[in-house]
């Protein structure tokens, strides 16, 4: 199964809204996935294994070197969320 | 007015926030557009949260509040206030009687506020409107009165979106994130204060020539930002500080790391709740202001991702515990724990205000949370209070230790408004409201970003999510 990390500055909560947000919207399209919930300081280069991270905080370059990440402060504002949900699906699909 | 405002707070109160809380969010809920069932599965989770929250923090009560008490004896500093950490916090403020409105009262201001052309924020935060919420249970312990309770926590919420709009410019030009502004007090609640310092700092230029680098720092440290790790360190060694057994010593780090893992999963819980509100609260307020120019109101969470902001984060857990012993004979009786893990939402509305540069962002820290410290200790009878008023829910230990919260007593707004809500009713709203005509002049007249602490970016890198910022014009 597909790795989905979900990452903000404390692992509580914007990754929390972003886990509602995303679960509601691969179930809807019937897309399973392992979702976790990170907090960014905790993330460590060498024990990484996400397909896609999901992030509303800015990510270390280390990181993101070794897996996609994707901007996911839309997701909260509402503003440019489809075009947000559609590129993880596509990472997902891939 | 006040005696009818009285037996809604009385109301409240007796029913608790696992009744109370819950059908206001559902109803909220539905007012604001949600399908009932989501809205009634919205207020339940809250419930259940509530439910798990308090089993847990009476696991918290039941292992610091005895450390705490055996650290202060056997050391002899005296540190005998213990640090419940924000994540309690949060949930004890939201299940206080001005807790259980803050949502509903918060959204109402920010709309009155924006149509009035006051506030350029739209606070789509509704989250960390607990903030607000705690500075009201504050006001509630000094004054007893739930009507003075109710305009202080408003008069948080104008001065969170006043100070977010004052910053909006530094911070959405510093970190890159156009059309937003951060009405979030556990950081922003710090800068007003930290100006005159960053100010000073500065013009002083060999400290920034030290220049420490922010990501050998966070590999050396990184190990602090993991909390369970965090825990089981700061457990051990305040256990052994205060002579326990080695047994205990063990037990007691075990304890604390599961204190610092298991409260955030249930206020995950809270939040999951929350969420479609939080939602549903910032459709129906972006539908109605279309077309308008705001910021969007974000948790100061988005800015802790940055090198900066993470390093002298990381470097705040040492200085906060050394701080707490330097300056335990001027008063300070705050044994610093849970809130250690978060030093990042001390910094991260600091370091925009010396670029970046982790020595002056850690130079700055250290003197918030200095007077952070003696604040968070004048502050600990209504935080017991509130940890108190709760626990005889869920069998705490009360009357057995005195707590505090790092994140928001320390905060220099939550102190003056406990301070000026110390004067009679009359004098503290008239002291409040020339306040906050102060604020929204040095907000119209002094933006960061513009005329103070100015960043130049240039102009084709204005993209991003939410209108482009219209700076406030003279």
């Given at each position: 199964m597909k790795k989905v990390y979900l990452v903000c500055a404390?692992?509580?909560?914007t990754s929390t809204m972003l886990r509602v947000k995303i679960e509601d919207y691969l179930e809807d399209h019937g897309i399973e996935a392992d979702i976790r919930q990170f907090r960014?300081?905790?993330?460590?280069a060498s024990r990484l294994d996400a397909d896609v991270i999901i992030s509303t905080t800015s990510i270390p370059d280390e990181i993101r070197e070794r897996a996609t990440v994707v901007d996911g402060i839309p997701l909260i504002t509402g503003q440019g969320d489809k075009e947000v949900l559609q590129k993880v699906v596509d990472i997902l699909n891939s | 007015m006040e005696s009818f405002l009285a037996s809604v707070g009385d109301f409240l109160n007796s029913v608790g926030p696992l009744i109370v809380l819950p059908v206001v969010i559902t109803l909220l809920g539905i007012i604001l557009g949600q399908r009932p069932d989501r809205a009634f599965r919205s207020g339940l989770l809250t419930a259940v949260a509530f439910v798990g929250i308090f089993l847990t923090v009476g696991l918290l009560g039941d292992t610091v509040s005895k450390i705490g008490q055996d650290f202060a004896k056997a050391t002899g500093?005296?540190?005998?206030?213990?640090?419940?950490?924000w994540p309690a916090a949060s949930a004890l403020a939201f299940g206080t009687p001005v807790g259980n409105l803050i949502i509903p009262i918060g959204i109402l201001i920010n709309v009155v506020l924006l149509l009035l052309g006051l506030t350029q924020t739209l606070d789509?935060?509704?989250?960390?409107?607990w903030h607000m919420a705690f500075v009201g249970a504050i006001v509630q312990f000094v004054t007893g009165s739930f009507g003075l309770a109710l305009i202080a926590a408003a008069v948080s919420m104008v001065i969170a979106l006043f100070l977010a709009d004052w910053s909006a410019p530094l911070i959405q030009k510093y970190f890159k994130y156009p059309g937003l502004s951060i009405p979030h007090?556990?950081?922003?609640?710090?800068m007003l204060y930290a100006v005159p310092f960053a100010l000073v700092l500065n013009r002083i230029s060999f400290l920034r020539?030290?220049?420490?680098d922010p990501d050998t720092i966070r590999r050396r440290l990184?190990?602090?930002?993991e909390p369970i790790v965090l825990g089981l360190i700061i457990g051990i060694l305040l256990a052994a500080l205060a002579r326990q057994s080695v047994v205990d010593v063990l037990t007691t780090g075990v304890n604390i790391a599961a204190v610092m893992l298991l409260i955030p999963r249930m206020v995950s819980i809270l939040m999951e709740g929350l969420t479609p509100v939080a939602e549903a609260a910032r459709d129906f307020m972006t539908k109605r202001f279309a077309g308008r120019k705001f910021h969007i109101g974000m948790d100061s969470?988005?800015?802790?991702?940055n090198p900066a902001v993470i390093a002298s984060g990381l470097l705040m857990v040492p200085i906060e515990i050394a701080l707490a012993l330097l300056l335990a004979p001027l008063g300070n009786q705050t044994l610093p724990?849970?809130?250690?893990?978060?030093?990042v939402f001390v910094t991260a509305m600091l370091a925009p205000l010396v670029a970046g540069d982790v020595l002056l962002t850690v130079i700055l820290g250290s003197i918030v949370m200095g007077t952070g410290l003696i604040f968070t200790t004048l502050l600990s009878p209504a935080v017991t209070q509130m940890v108190t008023a709760a626990g005889s829910a869920v069998s705490l230990?009360?009357?057995?230790a005195s707590y505090t919260v790092m994140?928001?007593?320390?905060?220099p707004v939550t102190y003056v408004m406990y301070y000026i809500f110390q004067s009679p009713a009359i004098l503290a709203l008239i002291i409040s409201a020339i306040a906050l005509v102060l604020l929204y002049f040095l907000k119209a007249r002094f933006p960061l970003g513009e005329r103070l602490f100015r960043i130049d970016v240039p102009?084709?890198?204005?993209?991003?999510?939410?209108?482009?910022a219209a700076p406030a014009s003279d």
């Open positions: 404390t692992g509580i909560a960014v300081a905790e993330l460590n | 500093t005296g540190l005998s206030i213990i640090d419940i950490g789509i935060d509704i989250w960390n409107f007090l556990q950081s922003a609640g710090y020539k030290l220049n420490l990184g190990v602090l930002g969470a988005i800015l802790i991702g724990f849970i809130d250690l893990a978060d030093g230990p009360s009357g057995y994140s928001d007593a320390a905060i102009s084709d890198s204005d993209e991003g999510v939410g209108e482009s």
